[in-house]
């Protein structure tokens, strides 16, 4: 029998565990989508207790602590630390087949090299520990996180308005090697049928000094935020759409007629007035193909985050606002807007490279076989099939992109895994994945599937850890 979580944990080959310990596990990590907090990185933050940087703005464990029944109080309400810590232990045991329960020991093991498993009866003497560690050692501050898990980039996530003034402090600093990358998410410009839209655009202008009475206004003051966040080293944007949005003018123009039509449509949203769902549509088409225009000009990487629907507890959200999670997995139809919207960015010259994402696995047949329709020679895996993301980002999701990628693809292209998260405590979810990719290629090998000549197998899991990310975001 196997011991919990050992140094081969998820390794069932001989060569699985050669690729690992000999090759995955030396590659920098390249997190090129999170939602880190720049001011927090600037300031190398040090963190008071496990709770804080454990538990803070991570609804993955808010939801699991949720379904155990525990109060609010003990997840984003006023309890204590300590509290919230033992709510969480209490959770723990109850997490078996869920990746969190692998998570949570990989933290404890990787950065406090605590092997004991989480549950309310060890809970006080881990608590104890892991604060020591985190009041004395300089290896859990901010920056020495990023040292130890070797973080060779980090994309974080920021609005246009954003001043990106942490970005700067950065930079200036100049204390760590680790690249802090705005990325750049114009979501609430773009969601002109939500409520705050006007509001939203006042703040832009506010923020850019530039009044936006116009579509054209918008244009120029999106394109000149472009320009700042490159500046400061942006190489990705980001969008979060339920759906991919697709719809012309009326009659079907794509011209100075279908801006027109936008440009009233805008007007009417300054306004305060209703935005019907073909109004807001055109209006977003036209919005994503000016911007992916100025992306490929730029270089940069466009993501699409498909198949989220939001805040689906009215009281939770009224509460607790969003991302606090309520979100859960939509099911639209999703191929023919979206071969539509590539295909019009294709016919203007203006589609960038482009990473898709569907939180929903059902789509990863429609994404791996329409990305294929726009594969261009700027680069190889020019549209990407987006690592298996949120709800999915589990062994068994992580292995299902994988293998359909390979079907569909070329999988030695894919630029790997991200967290998406919060916390600072999330690198060993590179770990997690880099285990299971080794496992999926060394299994391959040892089944005759594929060669097992290391030279080949060596390369495929360096690329796919970390070196395909490194020119697909710098090239």
Known sequence: MKPFMDKDFLLTTETSRRLYHEVAVHQPIFDYHCHLNPREIAENKRFTN????????DHYKWRAMRSNGIPETYITGSAEAYDKFLAWARTVPYLVGNPLYHWTHLELQRYFNIHEVLNE?????????ANRQLAERSELSVH??????????????DDPADSLEWHKAIGKAQDTETKVLPSFRPDKALNIHLAGFAEYIRKLSDATKKPIK?????????????TYFNSLGCRASDHALEYPPFAVAENGA???????????VFTKALNGNPISQQ????????LLLFLAGEYKRNGWAM???LAAIRNNNAVKFDSLGPDTGFDAVHDHHIAANLSKLLDLMESRKALPKTILYSLNPKDYYVLGTLMGCFQGDEIPGKIQLGSAWWFCDHRDGMEEQMKILGNLGLLPRFIGMLTDSRSFLSYPRHEYFRRILCNLIGSWAEAGEIPNEPSLLDRIVADISFRNAERYFSA
């Open 303 to 305: 993501q699409l985050h």
């Open 121 to 129: 009866e060890t809970a006080p003497l881990i608590w104890k520990e």
């Open 254 to 264: 794509t011209g100075a007629e279908w801006e027109r039509e936008v440009n009233q």
């Open 214 to 226: 116009s579509i054209l206004d918008l244009r120029e003051v999106l394109s000149d935020r472009i």
């Open 144 to 157: 020495g996180i990023f040292k130890q898990f070797n973080v060779f980039a980090v994309g974080t996530t």
């Open 50 to 57: 496990l709770a804080e940087v454990w538990l803070g703005g």
């Open 279 to 286: 109004e807001a549509d055109s209006y977003r088409t036209y």
